[in-house]
């Protein structure tokens, strides 16, 4: 059997950044950290062993000093911190604060804003709340259809949104409206996908592994489905159960930028273990 590894995969720079984070302030004693630090449910694990204890409402009184989850939060957090006084390290992704910047500097030029994604997802969450309400959010091409925009409109994506959909969607409203459209999909997603696609289409079996609730993971397994039909998103070891997999020669992995490089390992390692 062939297991061939897709260049890049596993953690990003966003990723590494928050974690270091997280490790160092951990290291001076036990921290919260709001809302899941990343989307990895092994990694998230491995933190809380060593203090970090991820919490989904701040209270007023909490005295241990508080992390900013990667995929970035709404304005009322940070009032809400500055208000009551609580000590807080900020593990934003540089990406997604861009975008808040965009949306901020948008919002007071008082342009219509409108951003391609997932309204469930924190990432968006975040932006929905730095946009004071007044964003439109996109989930897909139908709701780009349906949707009416006034004459001038700026549009901007999830940094995890597959570069189809935007190209798709600026093509589409441009002809509408007075489009600026600003790809502000990150570059690691993009390079993610791309050498996924490509590999998923020279494999017999393609594995993509991450969270279950990680955006770039799931994108990755849709984007390797579309081209290679033995494609299986699986989040660990764990779900390894594809029968008869020694009967592939040729095997695919890739991982989500959340995925942690030991839990790629042990798949690797199983897998080598199966020639
Ligand atoms: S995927 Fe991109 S936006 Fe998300 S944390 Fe990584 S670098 Fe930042």
């Not at 975008?99 to 975040?126: S, Y």
């Not at 001038?152 to 949104?161: C, G």
């Not at 050498?195 to 990680?214: D, H, P, R």
Request: charged share 25%; with cysteine.
């Amino acid at each position: 059997m062939i297991i061939k590894k897709s260049d890049p995969m596993g953690f990003c720079f966003g990723v590494s950044r928050a974690i270091d984070i997280a490790e160092k302030l951990s290291n001076e004693g036990e921290i919260y950290c709001y809302g899941s630090l990343i989307h990895n449910v092994d990694e998230v694990e491995r933190l809380a062993k060593r203090g970090v204890t991820t919490v989904d409402t701040l209270e007023k009184n909490m005295n241990l000093p508080i992390l900013i989850r990667s995929h970035g939060v709404g304005k009322d957090v940070y009032a809400f911190l500055e208000e009551n006084k609580l000590t807080y390290e900020d593990a934003t992704c540089p990406f997604v604060k861009r975008i808040h910047e965009h949306v901020k500097k948008f919002l007071r030029e008082g342009k219509d804003i409108a951003i391609l994604g997932d309204k469930n997802h924190p990432e968006i969450q975040g932006i929905v709340s730095w946009g004071e309400g007044k964003i439109h959010v996109l989930a897909d091409m139908q709701a780009v259809k349906n949707f009416h925009s006034g004459p001038e409109l700026i549009l901007l994506a999830q940094t995890t949104l597959k570069k189809t959909f935007f190209d798709e969607a600026v093509e589409y409203l441009s002809v509408k409206t007075k489009l600026q459209g600003i790809n502000t999909i990150c570059s690691a997603t993009k390079r993610r996908q791309e050498a996924a696609e490509n590999l998923a289409k020279e494999v017999e079996l393609m594995l993509i592994v991450g969270g279950k609730k990680s955006s770039n993971t799931k994108k990755l397994y849709e984007i390797c489905k579309n081209v290679n039909k033995n494609t299986f998103h699986i989040e660990n070891i764990a779900e390894l159960q594809v029968q008869d997999i020694g009967k592939y020669d040729i095997i695919g992995i890739s991982a989500g930028a959340s995925t942690p490089q030991w839990v790629i390992d042990k798949i690797v390692e199983y897998l080598q273990n199966e020639t």
